[in-house]
């Protein structure tokens, strides 16, 4: 089956349990991610990891462990990401198995829809299939919208539109910096409250300007020595501690997704290219030296980090600039040493 835009969101917070696999693919991966983790939620499933390549070496795998007990009880969530051609025999004979225990969420990104993959998710009546396209205009403001309600957050138009915009209509952007909102006004899907411009002035992702991506980046690349000297000019109260962590999250979350691309088989100058005018072009030598000396393994470590040291900047009534100096010496020598 395919879904619309419009039904989707009621799809994975309200998982039909016919279906056994949800396709998402489209551009927006952000956005499929996103889907993929409500379907997680609404499920109260635990998430199992499983390949293209290995399912790839053995099509039976996919439909043995979709029709497997768990161990520890409760329902699972078979994960693939990035779902490739590779799995297009698995899919087949999962669509064709008996009754099963556990569904799949499969995240493929962009693919023509010529792709046999879309074309069986889309023919079969136990899948659902859905194209993430990056929002725009109103429809990204209820975007935001929808994000916020999730964690607890009344949000006006006009305050979507902003949060929309500084996030570049990024839906894991948009969701990382409403948590971080929810969180310094102490919302919750419990006990909901107004989002307004002036908790964005204080803590939002548009604060994120100025030098502090240069000390990201400079982290990233591995520039030990001129990290060092940024830093020693940081003021000494630490205000800017927390917008430069803000920065390194933003240039984490656009390096990781293209890093995927790249380890499912895209050349480098390829998505590079696909980058468009949403990356200056004085920053995208330096991104494509990023995205060849990090993995996404290592990505994704830094950015667990990086969302712990914010976390115990916020809670600090002075936020510390020696925290967050480890913290970016500490990535610098990882770069280095990659």
Avoid: C
Wanted: charged share 25%.
């Amino acid at each position: 089956m395919k879904a619309s835009k419009q039904s989707i969101g009621r799809s994975v917070d309200q998982p039909d349990p016919r279906v056994r696999l949800y396709f998402f693919h489209g551009p927006d991966e952000a956005q499929s991610r996103a889907l993929a983790a409500r379907l997680l939620e609404a499920l109260g499933a635990t998430k199992f990891q499983m390949s293209s390549s290995s399912i790839k070496g053995d099509a039976a795998s996919l439909t043995d462990e979709a029709g497997a007990i768990s161990l520890f009880g409760g329902t699972r969530l078979l994960w693939i990401e990035p779902a490739t051609k590779d799995i297009e025999a698995a899919v087949v004979a999962l669509l064709e198995a008996p009754a099963l225990e556990s569904p799949v969420a499969a995240i493929a990104g962009a693919l023509p829809k010529t792709s046999p993959l879309v074309k069986l998710a889309e023919a079969s009546p136990v899948s659902l299939a859905f194209a993430a396209y990056p929002p725009e205009g109103q429809d990204a403001e209820r975007m935001v919208i929808d994000v916020g309600r999730r964690f607890g957050l009344k949000i006006s138009p006009p305050v979507a539109a902003r949060l929309a915009d500084s996030s570049g209509n990024d839906q894991a952007i948009v969701t990382q910096e409403i948590q971080k909102l929810a969180l310094f006004i102490d919302a919750s899907p419990q006990a909901p409250k107004e989002l307004d411009h002036g908790a964005i002035d204080e803590v939002g992702a548009d604060n994120s300007e100025g030098n502090f991506l240069r000390l990201a980046d400079l982290a990233l690349a591995g520039e030990v020595e001129e990290l060092t000297g940024e830093l020693a000019h940081l003021p000494a109260g630490g205000s800017e501690a927390i917008p430069v962590v803000r920065s390194l999250q933003r240039r984490l979350l656009m390096l990781a997704p293209a890093r995927a691309r790249i380890e499912r088989g895209e050349r480098l100058d390829a998505v590079m290219t696909s980058f468009g005018k949403t990356l200056f072009w004085k920053d995208k030598s330096k991104v494509q030296r990023m995205l060849g000396k990090w993995n996404a393994e290592d990505l994704a470590t830094v950015a667990e980090r990086a969302g712990k040291l914010e976390r115990s900047l916020i809670f600090t009534p002075a936020p510390e600039v020696d925290a967050l100096g480890e913290e970016l010496l500490a990535i610098a020598r990882k770069a280095r040493s990659l």
